[in-house]
């Protein structure tokens, strides 16, 4: 039987839980930070301008349209700031490259302008969104 947190848990459990969460939390930031700085460093990366970011094999990053997107645990980000914690889905990388091209296939059969992408926080989540002013559209896409 799962513990209702609210109800059964007695301080020293809760500050215990908490505990743990920050410290999965700063692990999370570390491996980001690493990550990030191995990204800067390889110079080598050289996407070609006509490249069409929608069709690279790595997820390319909707915000900035350059950056590969990096997974870890369940952290989503890019180098350009871009981070979404995707805990609750438990969703991976592929789930949001396939959901992005579903929502701007959606968009693509009623409205010829380009859509923009953004990011939603509400309450502790952050959602990306696919939103067009034209049509008044918009699609979560994680
Ligand atoms: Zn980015
Ligand atoms: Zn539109």
């Not at 848990?9 to 500050?15: G, P, Q, T």
């Not at 789930?95 to 859509?115: D, I, M």
């Amino acid at each position: 039987m799962p513990k209702r947190l609210d109800l059964d848990l007695d301080d020293s459990e809760v500050n215990e839980f908490i505990s743990i969460m920050e410290e999965i939390q700063q692990e999370i930031r570390e491996e980001e930070r690493k990550w990030l700085e191995e990204y800067a460093a390889s110079e080598t990366r050289n996407l070609e301008s006509e490249v069409d970011w929608l069709q690279q094999d790595e997820v390319i990053c909707p915000l900035c349209q350059k950056n590969p997107l990096h997974q870890i645990r369940s952290v989503i980000f890019c180098a350009c700031g871009v981070r979404i914690d995707v805990q609750q889905d438990g969703l991976t990388l592929q789930h949001l490259k396939s959901e992005l091209h579903k929502g701007l296939e959606t968009h693509e059969q009623g409205c010829l302008v380009s859509p923009s992408f953004s990011l939603l926080h509400f309450l502790e989540n952050t959602n990306l969104a696919i939103t067009c002013e034209g049509c008044n559209f918009m699609y979560i896409v994680v």
